[in-house]
Structure formats: C-alpha cells, structure tokens
Nanobody, 125 residues
Framework: QVQLVESGGGLVQAGGSLTLSCEGS????????MAWFRQPPGKERTFVAA???????HYADSDEGRFTASRVNAKNAVYLQMNKLKTEDKAVYYC???????????????????WGQGTQDTVSS
C-alpha cells in the first residue's frame, strides 16, 4: 500500500512561485506514474501534470510553460514547481500514483489508485 503526503502549499502573490512536494511511504513510488491534480473552490478536480516512472513529464495545456513536474527517486518523492502563478491557480493540489500505466501516464482521476490528502495553494492578487 502506498501513502502519499503533499506539502509546500501556502499563500503567494500573483506572479510568484511555489514548489509542491509529494512524498511516498509504505513502498517505493519509483516505478509508479505520478500525477498532480487540483480542485479550485466550488469546482471539479482537474489534471495538472503527470510524470512517468521514466521521468517523462506531461502537462495540461493551460499550465505548460509555467509548471514543471519532476521526481527524485532517492527521496521517493515527486515535485511540482509552479511559476508565474495566477489567482485562478488557487486550489487544493493533490498528488496521485498508479502502476497501471506502464511506461506512460494518465490524465484522468480514475487512472490513479492512490491519492494524497491535498495541499492548499492560495494566490492573492
């Protein structure tokens, strides 16, 4: 069983940066495809970024160029670097993991078996 814990959320001004972390425990996540989703207040949860176990990232069209997903196997962790933050980036950000995508990744919630509790990001104008 994999447990995921996100951290790094907080309050930042528009235009600023945040780096989210997701640490796995219980077993290694090095062979899992990992993803970040977010849920703005009153809205549905949507895909932000994914990274395959090979380290290949993929981004939602709205975030590409501003966000960078990465992983450090030695730390059993993945990261989401977010730059040029906008007020519409305010959301709870969730980390998710799956073994079912092989060397690829998924962009849908149902493709991920394990989820963290989320970390809140607030972007002020």
């Amino acid at each position: 069983q994999v447990q995921l814990v996100e951290s790094g959320g907080g309050l930042v001004q528009a235009g600023g940066s945040l780096t989210l972390s997701c640490e796995g425990s219980g077993r290694t996540i090095n062979n899992y495809a990992m993803a970040w989703f977010r849920q703005p207040p009153g809205k549905e949860r949507t895909f932000v970024a994914a990274i395959s176990w090979l380290g290949e990232p993929h981004y939602a069209d709205s975030d590409e160029g501003r966000f960078t997903a990465s992983r450090v196997n030695a730390k059993n962790a993945v990261y989401l670097q977010m730059n040029k933050l906008k007020t519409e980036d305010k959301a709870v950000y969730y980390c998710a993991a799956t073994l079912s995508r092989g060397s690829g990744y998924g962009t849908k919630e149902y493709e991920y078996e394990y989820w963290g509790q989320g970390t809140q990001d607030t972007v002020s104008s």
